[in-house]
């Protein structure tokens, strides 16, 4: 980091101060700079394989994620059964530890995916529309997000869930809750920083329409914060989920979900605990190598280093 | 520094007015109130009588007005699981959560702002970077997970500190550090990078310039205007603390909100619920407000207008 740079879940993102791509030939130095850092591809390459693992699943998975048999139950890992291989171990129910991690996959990165996506369309959409047309649309957009940032999210999601009932699909609505918020912030941001530039002033004195000018003019000055934040929110929706499954309200049984795992191998803490650290190691990697990827992504957008 | 904080006291009223449409409606987004509060026995005249009892029946507004008339008697309704007063059980239970939350931000600034200062002052070391790398792995790891591998090695392995439970300081000890963890990757960071700013600003060269020592530049000049942002991602941080505080409750089975409120929402006890979340929601606001007045006290430029 240089001095000047500040964290981007406060700083520069906030203020929508940071640089945006417009040209294809600043795309391409962002690009350049982007391949010069060794971490921020580690952290692409580990999401990848999170991905590919997800979408491979069934294929690559040695058992069913709920194939069940209890005069197997909790093998240490490498340990055969009847000549079976169980490389990471069986659980309570004599089910393959390492499936279920790779199953559990499916859920992480479909919430985070998702997630992202649909807080990304509804967010950047207020964010634009709160921040071209001032006034009192954009005092009552950012007013219910900031009643909603009133709450420590968690446990809104908590007693929402709670009283719309556990299910995949709950779960993505009060994730995706969350992210709009985020984003309508910095894009709103953006919007205000870009709007009295000059370029933006002119071509709005020859006539070009609203969503001519938001789409042409304003999107691509707010590629490079959305960018880093999709990145950022998407780690944060993991552990997220992680932590409602962990506490049951997430996913349901019998799908395995990482947080729901270690929420089960709680009560084995003290005969097998190797199952409390294989889905907290699955998480803390995707984890990782989303921050790592955020990280990259903008230093590589910051035109301070060059 | 009055008139401010009597803008900032008023600003806080829409956000307190919103909290309680929001705590409202969270009984209304089912459709059918009865179904969340009555148990699944309930026959259809059982459902009629305590809509009436109830003022169910009357218009939406009606009922929120009527809402927010009992939470100024302080009544959010009774528990439905032991007709206790609903607020009552959650202010009960506050005390521990504050315990914990306050002995984690404790940790965290005593460890996290040194931590951030240092590797900002050796910008570059062998120290910076492992500091650097811890805060990066601690972002990335799942805070009841932490909690998990603190209890396998401290009490499980080495038995040093009790696996759960709110019986005296050693109880306090892992909860504590864990949520700590939560908190100070974010505040060792934002001190680092806050310091790395000031640290080439003229009055901080002025210093060095005056032949001070570097021990004084760095705790009398340059920490004072490095704190300003930091302190208020610590207020930021509160909220999240509160959320973390739930979690790390669970996995420590400590007697807080938090596990209050996931025991009320397994047993479906939505009175029970609803207090906890205005609650919670009132002492994050309250809080930040707290922290606002604060960051006047260290940056006195705000209190122009």
New interface residues.
Partial sequence: MTPGETDPTVGDLESGTLPAIGRPRRAHRVWRRFLRDPAAIAGALVLLTMFVVAYAAPAIAPRHYDDQLLSRRLRPAFSAYHGQQFVLGTDQLGRDVLSRVIYGAQVSMLVGTVGVLSGAVIGIAVGLIAGWFEGWTSTVLMRIADVQLAFPYLLLAIAVIAVLGPSLLNLVIVLGLRTWVVFARVIRGSVLVTKPLEFVESARASGARTLYLLLRHIMPQVVAPITVLATVEFANLILLEATLSFLGLGVQPPFPSWGMMLSDARGYLFTQWQLSVYPGVAIMLTVLGANLLGDGLRDAFDPKLE | MLPYLGRRLFQVI??LL??T??VFL??R??GDPTQ?LLPETATPEDRDLFRRQHGLDRPIAVQYAHFVGNLFRGDLGRSLVDERSALDAVLERLPATIELTAAAMLVAVLVGIPAGILAAVRRGSLLDRLAMLGA??G???????IG??L??LFA?WLRWFPVSGRDGPMHLVLPAVTLSLYMMP?LA??T???M??V??QDFVRTARAKGLRERTIILRHALKAALI?VV??LG?QF??A???A??TE?VFAWPGVGTF??DA??K?D?PV?QA??LV??TV??LTNLLIDLLYVALDPRIREP
């Fill in positions: 829409p956000t919103g909290v449409v929001v969270l009984i987004v089912s969340l990066l792995a972002q990335s790891m799942a805070t009841f997970w998990i591998l209890i396998l499980v974010l960071r934002m680092r990078s806050s790395l700013e640290w080439h942002p208020t991602v930021l909220g999240g509160l959320a973390g739930i979690v669970s409120v996931l929402i397994y479906r939505y619920v906890a979340v919670v929601a994050y606001i």
